[in-house]
């Protein structure tokens, strides 16, 4: 398969799914006697002057940060066959805490900053290992414990804030922790736009975007370039198999949602360090199950959850425009259910094509291979026939007159 080719199939999913959700948020808001043509003239319009509109591209980089980090957090379980729909709880609960215990302390600047996101990280990969624990060991589906430790983290995160770790005074409209000390603040990267010959916004761009991206990078290694990412991908695909290749699937489960919550302690960060400097009883809250859909719309691969986290944020920073236009704020709700349901749609029609395009593929593979894999007496299917490698139940191969070799191999891969 050429290079345009893999490319194409990798943006057939999204491309369509974006296509259909417009499609259909359009015969939505025209059945709502809303116009869809001033509604998305609204939200891609940024502004008439350069600093109202660097000041709409930083509220868009700021919201698609940590929708950035949900999505890769939510792709690392997926990758394994594992739901992690505790995200949102995990990222809350250590957000909460990595407060406290940034308030509570007074380091140099890059330690204290270091100290905030290592707790938090390590917070979030406890209450994501509960899960783990319970999956292994006592066989609890994933998606029910998460959902109900979700609840507990949230009740715990709530006792916290209004009891040991309230910083706020008495009778306060909100609530909040201590306030962390200027040592532990991340600086922004608004310096770029004047270096670039930009506008400088009034708005500061979040410096734990480069976090975000370093983040993004060394996730794509571990799952693509590692042998823990092999690993993790075959015990997703079967467990049974990369047992018996001597992966540890029971392991690899802990290991695998020690690492998503660990990603989702890195959520509430940007900020946190960026902006509040507090956990507070309006931090933004639904980030976890908007990873689950930023996830899905990048197929788990983290230069297209990059460009999901980029339209999510594109469709929040829209709603206090379409407000101001007199536009009903639920237009952005519909056209962000619309293109989760689409990329469901997609996602399938996708694999499908891919598989067929596979298929077609492998046929004049295994004709011209000339490996003896296409013999007489010999069971061939799919590609790895192509190829004279067994990945099935049993290949027969022919090595010489009167002399045969039967193998048995049994992979994850």
Do not use: C
Request: proline share 4%.
């Amino acid at each position: 398969m050429t290079v345009l080719r893999r490319i194409g199939l990798a943006l057939f999913a999204p491309v369509l799914a974006v296509v259909v959700a417009v499609v259909l948020s359009s015969a939505v808001m025209a059945a709502l006697q809303v116009d869809p043509v001033r509604v998305f003239a609204v939200m891609v319009d940024f502004g008439d002057t350069p600093s109202q509109q660097m000041t709409a591209v930083v509220v868009v980089l700021n919201r698609a940060v940590p929708l950035f980090l949900a999505g890769l957090a939510v792709a690392i379980a997926f990758r394994m066959g594992l739901f992690n729909i505790g995200v949102e709880g995990q990222y809350r609960l250590a957000t909460v805490l990595a407060a406290g215990v940034g308030a509570a302390v007074a380091l140099p600047g890059p330690l204290h900053v270091l100290l905030i996101v290592v707790v938090a990280m390590a917070v979030a990969a406890i209450w994501a290992a509960v899960v783990a624990v319970l999956k292994v060991t006592r066989g609890v589906s994933e998606v029910i414990s998460s959902i109900m430790l979700n609840v507990i983290a949230l009740g715990i995160a709530s006792f916290l804030l209004t009891g040991p770790l309230r910083g706020s005074a008495e009778g306060a409209s909100i609530i909040s922790t201590a306030e962390i000390p200027e040592s532990g603040w991340m600086p922004s990267l608004n310096g770029v736009f004047g270096a670039l010959g930009l506008a400088n916004p009034p708005r500061q761009l979040y410096g734990f975007l480069l976090v975000a991206v370093v983040v993004g990078v060394a996730v794509a290694v571990l799952l693509n370039r590692t042998r823990f990412g092999f690993d993790l991908r075959a015990a997703g695909l079967s467990p049974s198999a990369a047992s018996a290749s001597g992966v540890d699937s029971r392991g690899m489960v802990v290991k695998t949602m020690l690492l998503s919550g660990a990603v989702a302690g890195l959520i509430g960060m940007p900020d946190l360090l960026g902006s509040t400097h507090a956990y507070t009883t309006d931090f933004t809250a639904g980030l976890g199950f908007l990873g689950i859909a930023v996830a899905l719309l990048g197929r788990n691969k983290p230069i297209g959850i990059a460009f999901g986290a980029l339209l999510f944020a594109f469709l929040d920073r829209a709603l206090v425009p379409l407000q101001i236009q007199d536009f009903p704020a639920s237009v952005v709700t519909i056209i962000q259910g619309t293109i989760v349901l689409a990329v469901v749609v997609a996602n399938e029609v996708a694999r499908r094509v891919a598989r067929r395009s596979a298929e077609r593929g492998s046929a004049p593979a295994a004709a011209v291979a000339g490996d003896g894999s296409t013999g007489p007496g010999q069971s061939t299917g799919g590609v790895g026939a192509a190829t004279g490698e067994g990945t099935g139940a049993g290949v027969s191969t022919s090595t010489g007159a009167g002399q045969r070799t039967d193998e048995r191999q049994e992979t994850g891969a």
